[in-house]
């Protein structure tokens, strides 16, 4: 039977948007409350409920042909298993804009930070040992690195460590232990992976199906649908100002010959700025509207 497995964070930052995410794409599922496995009801296509962390070793190993998982997570992963597979490779099929986060160096608040170069033989507290351990040797330094998988901002203070690299959001809790961040390591967000191995070729069949799907409702989760009554004699300058539009539909307006109604699906945001320029233009009666789904 041609099935393919995708994992998924079980619960967490991820695991709200990574479900809706296959749910706006078409996939339902036969949920069962504390399984981990949820079987695909309107096609072959399964979910795998797991902790972020497993999610690369499952990809590797080809248990899941697709997951979704923090660019952190997956690269640190990664390195890690470099140490039993020197080939181990994992490439985002598509970022998929949510989780976004920055893994940052810190320092305790009253250290001057010139560059890297001062952490050579000093401690560094984190719970992204490898993706640390290249970031410094990438810059030259060699520190000593002491892996924690929680907790890290308290290791300054505690006295385990010199400096951290830590995931930061807001930096409320660095502030909190008296650090700053001072440089970034990695910036990352939510991905899309697959597992390196090639399927047969059905499967093949189903996910780029399922890519499809996915890159539409991420596309048109920034499309909109415009429609705007426009002066005839400045179509060309209002249709220049909706972005990522192609040819707009103009329909006549009834007892108005000098005015069209402008129909155009924008492919990139539109933002209040537009609206303004348009109305500058001449536009009236603007109306953006949500689209659903979208295949290009
Ligand atoms: P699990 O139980 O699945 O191991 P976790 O505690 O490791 O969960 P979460 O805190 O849910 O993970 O974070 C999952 C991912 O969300 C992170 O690896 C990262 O990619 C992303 N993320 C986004 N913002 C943040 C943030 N402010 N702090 C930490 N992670 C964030
Ligand atoms: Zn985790």
């Given at each position: 039977m041609t099935r393919l497995k995708i994992a998924i964070q079980k619960s967490g930052r991820l695991a709200d948007k990574s479900l809706?995410?296959?749910?706006?794409s078409g996939l339902t599922f036969a949920r069962s409350k504390d399984k981990l496995f949820w079987y695909g009801r309107n096609l072959p296509v399964d979910l795998l409920l797991v902790r972020d962390d497993d999610i690369p070793r499952l990809l590797l190993e080809g248990v899941c042909?697709?997951?979704?998982?923090g660019e952190n997570v997956a690269l640190e992963k990664v390195l890690e298993s470099r140490a039993r597979r020197p080939d181990a490779h994992l490439?985002?099929?598509l970022k998929?804009?949510?989780?976004?986060?920055?893994?940052?160096?810190?320092?305790?608040?009253?250290?001057?930070?010139?560059?890297?170069?001062?952490?050579?033989?000093r401690r560094v507290a984190t719970s992204y040992p490898h993706l640390t351990r290249q970031y410094l040797a990438d810059n030259g330094v060699?520190?000593?690195?002491?892996t924690l998988n929680g907790a890290v901002e308290i290791a300054p203070s505690l006295g385990t460590a010199d400096a951290i690299v830590d995931l930061v959001s807001t930096g409320t809790t660095l502030r909190a232990n008296h650090?700053?961040?001072v440089t970034e390591v990695l910036s990352s967000q939510a991905a899309l992976y697959r597992c390196p191995a090639a399927l047969d070729e059905p499967r093949e069949a189903l996910l780029a199906k399922l890519l499809t799907r996915i890159r539409?409702?991420?596309?048109?989760?920034?499309?909109k649908y415009v429609m705007l009554h426009a002066p005839r004699a400045r179509l060309a300058e209002i249709s220049a100002i909706l972005p990522g539009a192609e040819s707009p539909t103009i329909l006549s307006l009834e007892g108005q010959p000098d005015r069209v109604a402008v129909h155009a699906v924008c492919t990139e945001q539109v933002f209040w700025e537009h609206l303004e320029e348009l109305k500058a233009a001449g536009a009236?009666?603007?109306?953006?509207?949500?689209?659903?789904?979208?295949?290009?």
């Open positions: 809706s995410l296959l749910e706006r042909q697709l997951g979704i998982v490439e985002p099929l998929l804009e949510f989780g976004h986060c920055r893994l940052m160096l810190a320092l305790p608040e009253d250290e001057a930070y010139a560059d890297p170069g001062q952490l050579a033989g060699e520190a000593d690195i002491v650090l700053k961040a539409g409702v991420q596309q048109a989760a920034e499309t009236s009666a603007v109306l953006v509207l949500p689209v659903e789904k979208m295949l290009a």
